[in-house]
C-alpha cells in the first residue's frame, strides 16, 4: 500500500511540473488525464476451456499518466487507471508504461504508443492480471500548455476472476479514447 501512495505523490508532483511549463513545443514533464470507452468486447475464459462470451460488449476506463519528453518526438509515461467491464463484471486498477512516439514536432501531430503493466488489487472486488493496449491517434494543441488527444487502437487484458469462478479471463477490446496533457 506504501507503493500506491508513493506513486500517487510522484504523479501529483510529475503533472504540477508539466502545468508550471510554457512551451510551444513538446518537451520535459507532462500530465495526462483520459477517458476510454473499451468496445466490441469479446472474452474467453478457462472454466470450460475454450468458452468465448460476448462480455456486454463494453468496458469503460479512466487513466491518469505523468511523463518526461525526452525528445519533441519520444515520451514515456508512467500511469495509473481504473478500469470496468460490464456484464461478467471486473474492476481492474492497470498500473502501466506507456511509450509514445510522434510524427512531427509540432504540438499538433498524429502519434502512436503503446502500453503495458500489471493490474494491481485494492481489495477482494478487483481482479489481478495484466493489460496491454497499442493505439495510434492525433493530438491537437489547445494553448501553449494543453493538448486535446483522441485515439483508437487495441486493448488486451488477462484477468483472474474471483466471483463467478471463471479462471482466468482474456478480454480482447476495441479502445477508443481521449485525453488532455499538460
Not at 478500469?83 to 463484471?89: G, L, M, N, P, T
Not at 474492476?91 to 511509450?99: K, M
Amino acid at each position: 500500500m506504501n507503493k500506491n501512495i508513493i506513486l500517487c505523490l510522484l504523479l501529483l508532483v510529475l503533472g504540477y511540473q508539466a502545468i508550471a511549463q510554457d512551451s510551444t513545443t513538446r518537451e520535459g514533464f507532462t500530465f495526462q488525464a483520459d477517458l476510454r470507452y473499451l468496445a466490441a468486447t469479446k472474452a474467453s475464459v478457462s472454466h470450460p476451456p475454450g468458452y468465448t462470451f460476448d462480455d456486454g460488449t463494453y468496458g469503460k476506463s479512466f487513466r491518469l499518466y505523468a511523463g518526461y519528453y525526452f525528445t519533441p518526438k519520444i515520451n514515456l509515461n508512467v500511469g495509473i487507471g481504473a478500469d470496468r467491464y460490464e456484464v461478467a463484471s471486473a474492476n481492474t486498477f492497470p498500473l502501466v508504461i506507456q511509450a509514445r512516439y510522434y510524427l512531427s514536432e509540432t504540438k499538433s501531430s498524429f502519434y502512436t504508443f503503446a502500453e503495458a503493466g500489471p493490474q494491481i488489487s485494492f481489495s477482494d472486488a478487483s481482479d489481478k492480471g495484466y493489460v496491454f493496449a497499442l493505439c495510434a491517434g492525433r493530438s491537437f494543441s489547445l494553448t501553449t500548455k494543453m493538448s486535446l488527444n483522441a485515439y483508437l487502437g487495441y486493448n488486451y487484458q488477462k484477468t483472474t476472476d474471483t466471483f463467478v469462478n471463471l479462471g482466468k479471463i482474456d478480454r480482447q477490446s476495441l479502445l477508443i479514447g481521449v485525453g488532455l496533457q499538460f
